[in-house]
């Protein structure tokens, strides 16, 4: 079994490796905190965030995807590693829109559906903004209007 500090430091190092290769992710977030993170102070437990994880990886029909809750230093709503979702208690991370955020990197890791692509690419802004619709925090034709707005590109 990986420890937790060798997941925590191959998380950072990839992060590291992430800003250079994922041009978009800024705009992302940007994107982001200015229409989509408005709801992220309606927080949820644990146990309702990890049934929609599972309900959400059966109707994409990939495999499931662990969730826990961690304190995390500094302003990070959480993070995706290797088929587990960290949330952040301490700031923000207990809500559906950072869960769907994480969930999106799941579904895109293990659709595989272009090993190259940015972490923030055009078909992991699609599996977003699907999951998004899917879960009633956006619709698609509004999430595609905020694209065009924010340079997002994004596939289909
Ligand atoms: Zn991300």
Known sequence: MISRYYRQFA??????????KDPQ????????RAYI???????????KLR?????????????????TAQKMKGKVFGHWFEGEIILNQS???MNLTTLLHELA??????????????????????????LLDQYKIM??????ALCKKYNVTMWG
């Open 51 to 67: 049934a929609i994880c599972d309900h959400a990886c059966k109707s994409w029909g990939v495999e499931p995807c662990k969730v």
């Open 37 to 47: 993170g408005t709801c992220i102070d309606i927080t949820m437990s644990i146990q």
């Open 11 to 20: 998380r950072l190092a990839n992060e590291k490796s992430a800003v250079k």
């Open 105 to 130: 990197h799941h579904i895109h890791d293990e659709l595989g559906i272009e090993a190259d692509e940015y972490d923030h690419g055009h078909q992991w802004v699609c599996i977003y903004a699907l």
């Open 91 to 93: 700031w923000n991370g």
């Open 139 to 144: 619709p698609l034709a509004a999430f595609k």
């Open 25 to 32: 992710r800024h705009r992302v977030y940007a994107m982001e």
